[in-house]
């Protein structure tokens, strides 16, 4: 076991990542943007660092888990950042999802100053991170990923080595392409048979029991139903990530319709104000696009 685990980004989803490593013997030093964002962990026994160099200088391994590419850019490679405080010998993991190129361009860097990195963003959400039982789908190198496996095994329950620097982010694309259109696809749903003049829990209900049953219809769709959008997966995050799907897929040369008319649903989203909502706020976007019901 590392003597001592770095842990920064203490938002849903590094807060309950960095406790499950303190509730299995790690020694953990913490570090976020906000004072107040490190205190429940500080008082569980987690260190409080000053700057992310600083936590660097203490650690074997630091963990990221922040919001995007140039999030992640800064934290790592920026003024006072991982890099500069980072000993020769050890490793970065991080659990953003990114852009592709953008881990690979990362861990080129690091690898110039003998520091191994993992880009290994997760899968599950909020609750999965309190349980433990996140997925992980990790890009580096395989001495690498031995090395970082028992830590990933306090907060996940399915860890796969994806293949070499940049794999783990082109999984988290795939995931978030089923993840996103499946999204739609309830929001589509749950419109046709409110505006049908069915009732829509029995719908669900229905669904949930055949082949249409999917993680996101369970999830979402009952958001859609009581309108409640209060974000626990804001709907930016979705935008940024089916982007990074699409960028993908013209470096590629490939078409993915469905990704694309997500995508054009969550622009509109942004562009309505709605990038702090949960992502299940795509239903209004759908809702004001569409005629209102004859009467019958």
């Not at 990195?117 to 349980?131: H, N, Q, R, T």
């Not at 505006?195 to 669900?204: C, E, I, L, S, T």
Request: glycine share 10%; with cysteine; hydrophobic share 45%.
């Amino acid at each position: 076991m590392a003597t001592t685990i770095g842990f920064i980004g203490l938002g849903t989803m590094g807060s309950p990542m960095a406790r499950n490593l303190l509730n299995h013997g790690y020694t953990v030093c913490v570090w976020g943007r906000r004072p107040a964002s490190m205190a429940p962990l500080v008082a569980v026994g987690a260190k409080a660092g000053e700057s992310a160099a600083h936590v660097a200088s203490l650690s074997d391994i630091v963990v990221t888990m922040v919001t995007d590419t140039k999030a992640v850019e800064n934290v790592i490679l920026g003024d006072h950042g991982i890099a500069a405080g980072a000993r020769p010998g050890s490793m970065v993991i991080d659990h953003s999802t990114i852009d592709p190129g953008g881990a690979e361009r990362i861990s080129r860097e690091l690898q110039t100053r003998n520091i191994e990195m993992l880009d290994a963003p997760v899968s599950g959400g909020g609750a999965a991170a309190e349980a433990g039982t996140l997925a992980i789908m990790a890009g580096g190198s395989k001495a690498a990923f031995e090395r970082a496996h028992p830590l990933l095994s306090c907060y996940a329950k399915t860890i796969v080595h994806v293949g070499a620097s940049g794999a783990g982010q082109v999984a988290k694309a795939c995931n978030q392409i089923c993840t996103i259109v499946n999204q739609l696809g309830a929001a589509e749903a749950m419109l046709l048979a409110e505006r049908a003049g069915v009732d829509q829990r029995a719908v669900k209900e229905v669904l949930m029991g055949g082949f249409a049953a999917s993680r996101m219809l369970d999830l979402q769709a009952p958001k859609m139903i009581a309108r409640d959008f209060a974000g626990k997966v804001e709907s930016r995050l979705h935008h940024k990530d089916i982007h990074i799907v699409l960028d993908l897929a013209r470096k590629f040369g490939i078409e993915l319709p469905a990704s694309a008319a997500a995508a054009d649903v969550l622009d509109r989203l942004q562009q309505r104000g709605g990038a702090r909502q949960d992502s299940a706020a795509i239903f209004t976007v759908l809702n004001s696009r569409s005629s209102p019901p004859r009467a019958r």
